[in-house]
């Protein structure tokens, strides 16, 4: 069952155009896309990215920004935190 899930993904990756990202990118990306004004330190925060440090998940996100899947926009609440979002395309 766990092995079907995991093709399912795999195919599911590949359909979005996901599957050249590594599995940290992918895992950030996921979190981007699901948690509202995603930043990196709630990134860090979370209990799934304690395994990965902070240099880990920052060099993760410069990817995701440099290959436009994620933009980063100034919080108008904390003018040093910068917004994390999909870019749909």
């Known amino acids: 069952k766990l092995f079907e899930l995991r093709r399912s993904l795999d195919t ?12 940290v990118e992918k895992a950030v990306l ?11 330190t709630k990134i860090t925060k979370d209990q799934y990215f304690l395994k990965y440090s ?7 996100v ?17 003018k040093r935190s910068m917004i994390l979002s999909y870019n749909l395309k």
């Open 30 to 40: 996921e979190f981007v896309m699901h948690a509202k004004d995603a930043n990196i």
């Open 54 to 60: 902070l240099s880990t998940i920052k060099r993760a």
């Open 62 to 78: 410069g990817v995701l920004l440099s290959e436009n899947i994620i933009a980063a926009t100034q919080s108008s609440a904390d």
């Open 12 to 23: 599911y990756e590949r359909e979005m155009g996901f599957d050249k990202l590594s599995e």
